[in-house]
């Protein structure tokens, strides 16, 4: 039971533009939401994170955008840039459990 | 060290044997996980351990897995048996306490059970 999932396994994206990266869940339960970036032969690294009682937030170029009706989250990187080459995590989690349960992952790379 | 840090970074091990990972978190940090990464999968979780509060195991594949902590340090995970399914990429993370969201993982333990 897989639940959170990233349906696109990679994107390729021109530098400059935007990257749309998306994440479902289906447990309602989720209350807070998390994105992880993660290099070769590195451990993740957190990115931002948004609770389920704001629909954005914003910092720098990353913006990540929750849609709780739809049980849908997206990560916006603008403008891209080749070093946001990576693989990204969604996870979501529980405050009252303290669990994260991570997506597969979605291959970004941008070129220039 | 000022991050996670995760010994063995790699280790070969035939079927069969028992293997031993450890993992040091952040100084402070009284959550700590385990996960895994198989081969073109996502993060697996594996266990969870906060403070003296009994471990969250529910991740577990099977009786052959086991972790440990000694208060808020070191912990151990330890695969008995292994089999070949068991390769990942074994992920460790600290937090501040419970309810802090983010997590600061180690580089991880790559396992290759042959």
């Known amino acids: 039971d897989q639940q959170v999932k990233q349906n696109s396994p990679s994107l390729s994206v021109q530098e400059g533009r935007i990257s749309i990266l998306n994440c479902d869940y289906t447990n309602s339960m989720f209350d807070y939401f998390l994105w992880y970036k993660k290099y070769p032969a590195e451990g993740p690294t957190f990115l931002i994170s948004?609770?389920?009682?704001?629909d954005k937030n914003e910092d720098g170029r990353f913006t990540v955008f929750l849609n709780k009706s739809a049980k849908h989250l997206s990560l916006h990187i603008v403008p891209s840039q080749p070093g946001d080459s990576a693989v990204y995590f969604c996870a979501a989690g529980r405050v009252d459990t303290d669990k994260l349960i991570f997506g597969t992952g979605t291959r970004l790379q941008v070129f220039p | 060290g000022a991050g996670v840090s995760q010994s063995p970074s790699n280790k070969v091990t035939e079927k069969g044997k028992d293997v031993e990972l450890r993992c040091d978190p952040i100084s402070g940090h009284t959550a700590l996980y385990w996960y895994r990464q198989r081969l073109g999968q996502g993060l697996e979780f594996l266990i969870y351990?906060?403070?003296?509060?009994?471990?969250?195991k529910s991740g577990l594949p099977s009786d052959r897995f086991s972790a440990e902590r000694t208060g808020e340090s070191v912990s151990t995970l330890t695969i008995q048996r292994t089999q070949q399914e068991d390769s990942a990429v074994y992920l460790c993370?600290?937090?501040?306490?419970?309810?802090?969201?983010?997590?600061?993982f180690g580089e991880g333990s790559r396992l290759t059970v042959l």
């Open positions: 993370a600290s937090s501040p306490g419970p309810l802090a969201g983010e997590l600061f």
């Open positions: 948004i609770s389920s009682i704001k």
């Open positions: 351990f906060q403070g003296n509060s009994a471990p969250d």
